[in-house]
């Protein structure tokens, strides 16, 4: 609706409100039966007299129920529907009104491949000209759905097609209005009026054009008259000046302003198949402008995966814990988006939307089983300590079975998170969007009450390290993977959800609502998995700098850093609390066995079988992480050791056995490289460069003793 200012001088008025009434109650038989306009005056006669049974409920045998309903009529949300009925009904008695008449408010006119036509939603729509001349077009097939369900015939001409002409208008009041300009020139009226001659327009892409200015000729083009103006002041609550001198100058140079009679505007609208659009519903047409905030999340979605394998995250612990949500949620959040965006929605929203929650609720519950998993993992140590099998225990803390269980599972949730949606689609489609909006923050709130009792109890747990040792430790060094800062990251959605709810009922453009969804989606790709690949590309940076500026030491060599994890107390505690941490304490264990056995100069077969059955064996209770190859060189050589027979065997010396050797290689090179790696992911630590301040300092007053160059060239 024009913005009008109190006192504006109208001069001429078009694109009228009317009520557009099904041509089938008005004439039965479909003929025009005279040519005096069909006002609100009589609409309120037919249905008092009630003389036919269009206002009934059939049955699907096309019988109609005794049962009568309210005659209904379909207005756009972004009308003032309630205020426009109230000012067009203020002279009648409101309790009949209310009682026989009930104006629904739409928040879409689109048909839907569920439930058919919107124009078969109502007995009549309340449009202006030119949204009535788009939605019977974009709705101009024939469904025989909604309140035409189960009847024998339908109010369509043809009965295949809905066209302009299947309606009747009642034209109330403008929606467009020409205001009197301070120089008073009368040549823009002119040129108005000879624009909106529909003689000009006779091209099927400006069908609705068209249509608008032959609907406008049952008032006379830009005419208009006290009581329509009175209706205009009255919805938008203004004063409003009248002058008709433009018209009456225009009349006196032997113009003409149109005024047509019903069955003359019935003959000159064009059918439904004189499209304005390339696809029945505008699909290309009708992006809403809130839409493109949807359409561009593909860029940081892009640039997510770009950044996940350019740097080789995918390959980082704390990346790998995440398992197949790393790759999911990006690929959810962009199909979510784009099965809200009006183009998309317009089309069938009964199915997408609902389909929205489908991948919403599939993402969340394999996000919720990662975390479970991260939890379990967590404490493996001391699930595979008490469990009376601790095979099983190791086999479903494997990565296979964690992929499965993120991918599988989330499967049998499903319909959980659908079947709301479902059933709101089929009580009050109309709200649809609300409702799935509202759904997204239920959703989002159980997230973040999981997230909060994760935390409170994470916490609680640990709140003598988090006192003692600080946040620091706790967010980064005591959680390789960072789950605690994901945890924390998910209450920002709490806000987030907040506003998208009260956006989205005042906000029909979407703009708003939009760019609220847009922010969260990029802040979902954060919690996902986007702060643990910003935090491992700090730590790249850090490790290199770090690098760079200590080439000659802790770390030059990588016989050092065995020597300092053999005989520094504090560095080996620090290795194993991290290792710990991060759920790799295995090839600690196996350096300590194996180092016990350095040290005793033989290893015993039996010692030798411990080694397979604890660490090397699958699903064993410290299995360590050793390519296939490696492991089948392993059994390889251990079986040709069981070939021998013998007891013990020695691991140093000349006397030193040939595939003792060559297996204590295999195990140590593997092993070593997988703490070598951890090392390289401690360095990033602070907890790390506390401890190397403290070691330089004792090295240049001596109070350590650097490795001599023979020990430098031994290794375990």
């Known amino acids: ?55 009934k409920f059939y049955s699907t045998n096309g019988q109609p129920f005794g049962k009568t309903r309210k005659f209904k009529i379909l207005c756009p ?11 067009l009904t203020t002279n009648y008695n409101k309790t009949w009104i209310d009682q026989n008449f009930v104006v629904e408010s739409r928040s879409s006119f689109y048909p839907d491949c569920i439930y058919g036509s919107s124009l078969e939603l109502g007995d009549a729509l309340l449009l202006n000209s030119f949204d009535f001349a788009f939605y019977v077009r974009v709705n101009q097939f024939v469904t025989r759905k909604g309140l035409f369900y189960g009847m024998g015939t339908t109010p369509s001409s043809d009965g295949t097609y809905y066209n302009p002409t299947d309606f009747v208008p009642i034209p109330l009041f403008p929606s467009q209005v020409l205001v ?49 103006i009175d209706l205009l002041e009255s919805v938008q609550s203004i004063k409003l000046q009248r002058d008709w001198s433009f018209i009456e100058s225009y009349l006196t140079l032997n113009n003409s302003l149109d005024q047509f009679n019903q069955t003359q505007v019935s003959n000159l609208l064009y059918n439904s198949t004189c499209h304005c659009c390339t696809t029945t519903t505008c699909a290309a047409e009708n992006i809403d402008i809130g839409d493109y905030l949807l359409f561009i999340i593909i860029v940081p979605v892009f640039f997510y995966f770009v950044i ?50 489908l991948f919403t609720g599939y993402a969340g519950s394999a996000y919720l089983l990662m975390v479970v998993r991260f939890l379990y993992i967590k404490n493996l140590y001391r699930i595979i300590k008490n469990s009376k099998n601790p095979r099983f225990a190791r086999w479903l803390a494997s990565e296979k079975v964690g992929w499965g269980i993120v991918l599988i599972l989330p499967l049998f949730l499903q319909f959980i998170f659908v079947a709301p949606s479902i059933i709101a689609a089929a009580v009050d489609f109309n709200n649809l969007v609300v409702f799935n909006n509202i759904y997204f923050v239920v959703l989002a709130a159980l997230a973040i009450v999981l997230a909060l ?12 390290e988090i006192k003692e040792q600080g946040l620091q430790k706790y967010f980064f060094f005591a959680d390789p993977a960072h789950i605690r800062l994901d945890m924390m990251a998910l209450f920002v959605q709490v806000i987030l959800a907040i506003i998208l709810v009260i956006l989205t009922p005042a906000n029909q ?13 990029v802040w979902l790709l954060a919690v996902s998995g986007g702060i643990a690949m910003t935090i491992e590309i700090v730590n790249k940076i850090k490790a290199r700098r770090f690098k760079r500026t200590n080439r000659s030491s802790v770390e030059r060599e990588q016989n050092l850093f065995e020597h300092l994890l053999t005989n520094n107390p504090s560095f080996s505690t620090l290795f194993k609390e991290y290792s710990y941490y991060e759920t790799s304490l295995e090839n600690c264990n196996l350096f300590d066995k194996l180092l016990e056995i350095k040290k005793a100069g033989f290893a015993t077969m039996e010692q030798l079988e411990h080694i397979e059955s604890n660490f090397i064996r699958m699903y064993s209770p410290n299995e360590v992480n050793i390519h296939h190859k490696s492991k089948a060189r392993f059994y390889e050589l251990l079986d040709q050791i069981r070939e021998k027979k013998a007891e013990k065997f020695s691991v140093s010396g000349s006397e030193i056995d040939k595939q003792v050797e060559a297996l204590w290689h295999q195990l140590t090179s593997d092993m070593l490289y997988n703490m070598w790696d ?25 109070l350590t003793t650097e490795p001599q160059e023979e020990t430098e060239n031994k290794t375990i």
């Open 509 to 521: 453009t979407q703009l708003g609502s939009n760019i609220v969804r847009f922010i969260i989606a």
């Open 77 to 87: 949300q972004l009308y003032p529907c309630q205020k426009i009925w109230s000012s």
């Open 308 to 357: 996940l394998f350019g740097f080789s995250l995918y390959k980082t612990p704390s990346v790998r814990t995440r398992l197949a949500t790393i790759y999911i949620s990006p690929i959810v959040v962009v199909f979510v988006e784009l099965l809200f965006s009006t183009m998309v929605r317009n089309y069938c929203r009964s199915v997408l939307l609902p389909l929205t929650l």
């Open 453 to 464: 009792l994760y935390s409170a109890i994470d916490a609680i747990l640990n709140w003598k």
């Open 678 to 702: 951890t090392y390289g992911r401690l360095q990033t630590t602070q907890q790390y460069r506390n401890w190397l301040i403290v070691y330089e300092v004792h090295s240049k007053q001596a």
């Open 1 to 55: 609706m024009q913005d009008l200012k109190n006192n504006s001088i109208i001069v001429g008025a078009f694109n009228y409100y009317s009520i557009f009434v099904w041509r089938k109650f008005v004439y039965p038989n479909g003929i025009i039966e005279n040519t005096n306009p069909f006002s609100l005056d009589d609409l309120i006669g037919r249905v008092s007299n009630n003389s036919q049974d269009f206002t």
């Open 180 to 228: 009197n300009s301070i120089d008073g020139s009368g040549s823009l009226f002119s040129s108005q009026i000879n624009m909106r001659n529909f003689t000009n327009v006779t091209d099927c892409s400006l069908s609705r054009y068209h249509d608008t200015y032959v609907l406008d000729t049952l008032h006379g083009v830009v005419n208009f008259t006290h009581t329509e």
